[in-house]
Nanobody
């Protein structure tokens, strides 16, 4: 049974930090790459960050580079997203994702087949 369960969202003031967690189970836990997307109301889903499960290499969307950090604890099948210097434009529903594709620019841009998704956790920055 595949599950991706996000937590850690909330409401914060601009400039503050927040850390999201995503616990993966089933086939998702052994995915080649894991990461985060976000979607603001009326906007398309945007790739935020991804990480390679084995190599630990990372890739970030341009809007979050230098502010967000993705990490993982493979023993716990968990991926994290630490968000610093939050801005109101970071507001949105943040989704955890995992699949067998390679983490990189294409992973963040594409709606790749076979991708697993979580239900999302809301982040509101004011």
């Amino acid at each position: 049974h595949v599950q991706l369960v996000e937590s850690g969202g909330g409401s914060v003031q601009a400039g503050r930090s927040l850390t999201l967690s995503c616990v993966l189970s089933g086939d998702a836990a052994s995915s080649r790459a894991k990461g985060w997307f976000r979607q603001a109301p009326g906007e398309e889903r945007e790739g935020v960050a991804c990480i390679s499960t084995l190599a630990g290499s990372t890739s970030y969307g341009d809007s979050v580079k230098g502010r967000f950090t993705i990490s993982q604890d493979n023993a716990k099948s968990t991926v994290y997203l630490r968000m610093d210097s939050l801005k109101p434009e970071d507001t949105g529903l943040y989704y955890c994702a995992a699949d067998t594709w390679q983490c990189g620019g294409s992973w963040l841009r594409g709606a790749l087949p076979g991708r697993y998704w979580g239900q999302g956790t809301q982040v509101t920055v004011s």
